[in-house]
């Protein structure tokens, strides 16, 4: 009796195993929806990291030049008190929206003329991203004891010269498990592009779910794969830690 | 736009006689003028000279040091320095802080470079002295403090002796008019302070400007040319060691040296 029980689970996993993935190449379906959350996350990564650095420069050195800058005056201290203002602001909304709702503005209004969804997808997910990565790089610098500053200062380095030479080699290191992070939290993050007809991983898993009316073998292996792609990433990133971990104990 | 135009449009400031800094008035208020760090210092200090600031702590003299090279933002006041007003905020502070160099408490070496790297990274960059010379120059110091078997360590495996040794010869390898010393002892075990101490004191043989905030009151009767105590961010009473030490003035001074000889 269980025997044949076995042997029918066994029947019907394989048909399903057939149905949702091999007739119509369907598996082919799920190859090219995870090249292309690949193809976002890597845009969006490169985006992210640009604009984090971007803001996180102009953030941060305002705070720490303000004091100085006032009792000099001129041009620069304003354009940097206006640029302040702006990142701050988005800043705020970045990170007081959801990304879903960011996405379909991205894609019903801001671009809504383009039809390269790759680029549309990469750039709000990037922007989306960047909030985060200046946030990050921020409380790196800040994370850097403020003695490395003074001495830099001291020596007779400018505010840029102390940063490239002394505070961001040692803010990077600092902050490098948690850009890994930010760089796996992106990966699943863009499985709600999706939600505007992006055929990325997750939904091309939920295309063949639609169209087999079977939901399980299609949604494990969407999960499956993700689950795969972060361990990927967290083995790679724990190995860059150490390897710089190495150069400098 | 070039730092020598600047430098030029610095308007040169006549010094009295062999005074190398001139501090007129200087005030630090924090709080809108609730805490008063430095309550109006006036302080020459000539050329060649050791002077040392002692004080109780929170008497301002750690923040009358920072002050010297703008690490602190005074409030009011003038600060004079070679012939130039460095509180005036048109000046370019970095090029005279290349010729006052600092040591402070905790070392502050740099902790992601080598010390070769910590003593060559500034005069290469700054002054455009060649690697090989700015090496060349590194290891003699090293060797003078006894360290240039520790060149290519990371300071993170140094002893907090080692540290302060290495941050004075850093110091040094951008050839200083004028060195300040922020109490550069008081986070070092006591067995180190000795290795510490004999390095400055070479230094002022030499003839270096120093002015150094300690707690070593040894140090200040050995070496110092001039003593100055502090107290609530005034001068109270300065001169030489013995005076100082030995013929005491005012009440503060009296009960400050009761506590710490």
Known sequence: ???????????????????????????????????????????????????????????????????????????????????????????????????????????FIIWASSNNELFVASMVFGINSGAYVAEIFRSGIGSVDKGQFEAGRSIGFNYFQTMRYIIIPQAFKNVLPTLGNEAITLLKETSVAGYVGIMDLTKAGDLIRSRTYSAFLPLIAVAATYLVLVLILTFLQHKLERSLKKNER | ??????????????????????????????????????????????????????????????????????????????????????????????????????VFQHFDLFENMTVLKNMTVAPMNLMKVSKDDAE???????????????????PSQLSGGQKQRVAIVRALCMDPTVMLFDEP?????????????????????EGMTMAVVTHEMGFAREVADRVVFMADGKIVEQGTPADIFEKPQSERLKTFLAKVL
């Open chain 2, 136 to 154: 060349k120059k590194a290891l003699a110091l090293l060797k003078r403090v006894g360290l240039d078997d520790r060149a290519d360590s990371y």
């Open chain 1, 1 to 107: 009796m269980t025997l044949l029980n076995e042997e029918s689970m066994w029947e019907n996993l394989k048909s399903q195993f057939i149905l949702n993935f091999v007739k119509d190449h369907r598996y082919r379906l799920l190859l090219s929806g995870l090249l292309e959350t690949l193809k976002i996350t890597f845009f969006a990564v490169i985006i992210g990291v640009v604009i984090g650095i971007i803001v996180a420069a102009v953030v941060s050195s305002y705070s720490q030049n303000k004091e100085r800058m006032k009792r000099r005056g001129g041009f620069s201290f304003h354009l940097l008190r206006f640029l302040n203002g702006i990142c701050n602001i988005y800043l705020a909304v970045i990170r007081g929206t959801p990304t879903v709702v960011q996405l379909m503005i991205g894609y």
């Open chain 2, 1 to 102: 736009m070039s730092a020598d135009k600047k430098q030029k449009n610095e308007n040169k400031v006549k010094m009295p006689d062999g005074v190398l800094i001139s501090v007129r008035n200087l005030k630090k208020y924090y709080l809108g003028g609730e805490v008063k760090a430095l309550d109006g210092i006036d302080m020459d200090i000539k050329s060649g000279e050791v002077v040392v600031i002692i004080g109780p702590s929170g008497s301002g003299k750690s923040t009358f040091l920072r002050s010297l090279n703008l690490l602190e933002l005074p409030t009011s006041g003038t600060i004079l320095f070679d012939g130039a007003d460095i509180t005036d905020p048109k000046i370019n502070i970095n090029k005279h802080r290349q010729r006052m160099q600092m």
């Open chain 2, 185 to 205: 002892t008081s986070a070092l075990d006591p067995e180190m302070v000795g290795e510490v101490l004999d390095v400055m004191k070479g230094l002022a043989k």
